[in-house]
């Protein structure tokens, strides 16, 4: 995924004090709830987002396929610092930890 606004890569920050997801999507904040279960079950729920006029159509892009990629996660594996999202059998997203 390609930086949206201003350089800013998306990203997801989960908050597990209270099962809340926050993050930036590539033009918009979003946010959420989680649920996480067993040893690799995630699915991401109620998430929304701020409605700002993306200026490049290639970041509205690249927002609405981050944010389907969410919708879609139903299980996780984490290997070093990345984050993989996948339905029950397809990837969906790979994420690497930073400094946020």
Same mark, same amino acid.
């Given at each position: 995924? @390609? ?26 904040? =979003? ?5 996480? @279960? ?10 929304? @987002?701020?409605? +700002?006029?993306?200026?490049? @159509? ?6 609405? +396929? ?12 984490? +290997? ?5 999202? =996948?339905?029950?059998?397809?990837? +969906? ?8």
């Amino acid at each position: 995924m @390609s930086a949206g606004l201003g350089g800013e890569v998306p990203y997801i920050r989960l908050r597990s004090d209270t099962a809340r997801v926050e993050g930036f999507s590539g033009c918009n904040s =979003l946010f959420g709830q989680y649920e996480r @279960s067993g040893s690799d079950r995630l699915r991401f729920e109620r998430l929304g @987002s701020t409605r +700002r006029a993306c200026a490049d @159509s290639i970041p509205a892009d690249h927002e609405r +396929r981050f944010m389907a990629a969410l919708t879609a996660t139903r299980r996780y594996a984490i +290997r070093g610092d990345t984050l993989t999202l =996948l339905d029950e059998a397809v990837l +969906r997203a790979r994420l690497t930890t930073s400094d946020r």
